[in-house]
């Protein structure tokens, strides 16, 4: 199946400064890019839509100025986390589909573990 | 606003018996659902999708149920195995517009040798 590929897995981070979350389709074009945040033992939360050449679409809620998400080609969109504050630990997952509509199937990045101390 | 809800965070079954997890789900009405598997410090993985119109889907030792009146999924591994244990999650397609997923809460589900 298509391959999807989160970089990186795991990151440390003193509070304030800010980190990038590098999420790319390796074998297809992705035109629209979705970022997950997940806690210990709950679900998905989608953060965000990301859509290639246009502004990100936002979930309530979730502060866009905080995350901020670059969908600048078809196989390459990027989280920064800006001034990270420890409660900003989290596991945080992207998505992409090669086409659109429900009927496509979604793959997912392997995750990248935020830790902020 | 929409809820996803699987009947159980955890379940502990015997290696051979059929595994049921179930997802409920209000407020919507889907066109599809989907099925995903997720390990510890891993992104889930697609498992099956099953749309309104099609009341089963099977996949190997997986079987999947649509009940769109019911507004309910039922998700069944069949001679289940130690290497099942995981988290499975089920998730609906939102269309409005850029077609998200949003997922369920998810089912932890332990096979015991």
């Known amino acids: 199946g298509a391959v999807v590929s989160q970089h990186p897995s795991r990151v440390i981070c003193k509070s304030g400064t800010s980190v990038k979350i590098e999420c790319r389709s390796l074998?297809?074009?992705?035109?629209?890019m979705f970022w997950y945040r997940q806690f210990p033992k709950k679900s998905l939360m989608l953060m965000a839509t990301?859509?290639?050449?246009?502004?990100?679409?936002?979930e309530q809620g979730v502060e866009k100025d905080k995350f901020l998400i670059n969908h600048a080609s078809l196989t390459l969109s990027t989280l920064t986390v800006t001034s990270a504050h420890p409660e900003d630990s989290s596991f945080y997952i992207c998505?992409?589909?090669?086409?659109?509509?429900?009927?496509?199937?979604?793959?997912f990045g392997q995750g990248t573990r935020l830790t902020v101390v | 606003s929409q809820k996803i809800e699987q009947n159980s965070e955890a379940l502990n079954i015997q290696e051979g018996k059929t595994a049921t997890l179930t997802c409920n789900y209000t407020?919507?009405?889907?066109?599809?659902l989907q099925w995903y598997r997720q390990d510890p410090g891993r992104g889930p993985v697609f498992l099956l999708l099953i749309r309104e119109n099609e009341k089963e889907k099977r996949k190997e030792r997986l079987k999947v149920t649509f009940d769109t009146t019911l507004k309910q999924s039922l998700f069944h591994i069949t001679a289940s195995q130690p290497a099942d244990s995981a988290t499975y999650l089920c998730?609906?397609?939102?269309?409005?517009?850029?077609?998200?997923?949003?997922f369920g809460t998810g089912t932890k589900l332990q096979v015991i040798p």
């Open positions: 407020n919507y009405s889907p066109a599809y």
């Open positions: 074998d297809f074009q992705a035109t629209t």
């Open positions: 998505s992409a589909r090669a086409g659109r509509g429900g009927n496509t199937e979604a793959f």
């Open positions: 990301s859509n290639e050449g246009s502004k990100a679409t936002y």
């Open positions: 998730a609906l397609d939102i269309t409005g517009g850029y077609q998200k997923v949003t």
